[in-house]
């Protein structure tokens, strides 16, 4: 697999990889295994990673790393699209949430973005793309599925957002590489 690290925040690790032959859940803990091992400074064939068991039903589970038996206490979130995955790490306590897309989106994916969007009628292209991703990462961090993306509000820069119910404000950050837009989250207190 292709893989390529991406510049993300201090302290956060994220990696993009592509691979037409692999399934999504391989390609996650590929890219999960090389962040962890290049974290601890560690061989990658000593990295184990496999799905946390789910606490009740609906729960969506995360990958867990192991080191020597040992649980690694990173919080390890993914996306993928067709056949692309892109995993972030980060210490535990961090809210994550990351968003995939192709920077070319489909024109029916665009009509979606637009029927949930609260941007002003006419905003597309790229402008349109780019509130999205950060609107799903934001939702994506959250972790409450019920959670609509009208809900999300993201400031006029484009570089926090958050849940007016909840305290957690989230840092966007680009993190997009080549024909992908990749859009990171990450929990803040709010000032």
């Given at each position: 697999?292709?893989?390529?690290?991406?510049n993300?925040?201090?302290?956060i690790?994220?990696?993009?990889?592509?691979d037409?032959?692999?399934?999504d859940h391989d390609?996650?803990?590929q890219l999960a295994?090389?962040i962890?091992?290049a974290r601890?400074?560690?061989k990658?064939?000593?990295?184990?990673?496999?799905?946390?068991?789910?606490a009740q039903?609906g729960?969506?589970?995360?990958?867990v790393?192991?080191?020597?038996?040992?649980?690694?206490?990173?919080?390890?979130?993914s996306?993928?699209?067709?056949?692309?995955t892109v995993?972030?790490?980060?210490?535990?306590v961090v809210p994550l949430?990351?968003d995939l897309?192709s920077?070319?989106p489909a024109?029916?994916?665009?009509?979606?973005m637009?029927?949930?969007?609260?941007l002003?009628?006419g905003?597309?292209g790229d402008a349109l793309l780019?509130?999205w991703?950060?609107?799903?990462a934001?939702r994506?961090?959250d972790?409450?599925a019920?959670?609509r993306?009208?809900?999300?509000?993201?400031?006029?820069?484009?570089?926090r957002?958050?849940?007016?119910?909840r305290r957690?404000?989230?840092?966007?950050a680009d993190?997009s590489?080549g024909?992908?837009?990749?859009?990171?989250a990450?929990g803040?207190?709010?000032v």
């Open positions: 697999m292709e893989t390529v690290l991406l993300a925040p201090d302290g690790s994220a990696r993009l990889g592509t037409p032959h692999a399934e390609r996650k803990r295994r090389e962890v091992a601890l400074h560690v990658e064939d000593d990295v184990r990673v496999e799905r946390e068991s789910p039903f729960y969506h589970t995360r990958l790393a192991r080191v020597a038996g040992a649980v690694v206490p990173l919080a390890i979130t996306a993928a699209v067709a056949s692309s995993v972030v790490a980060a210490d535990s949430g990351v897309r920077a070319r024109d029916d994916e665009l009509e979606q637009r029927q949930h969007s609260h002003f009628p905003v597309g780019t509130h991703t950060r609107v799903q934001v994506h961090a972790g409450r019920r959670i993306p009208e809900e999300v509000t993201i400031d006029p820069a484009l570089v957002g958050w849940v007016p119910d957690v404000h989230y840092q966007l993190l590489h024909g992908w837009t990749v859009t990171l990450y803040a207190l709010p």
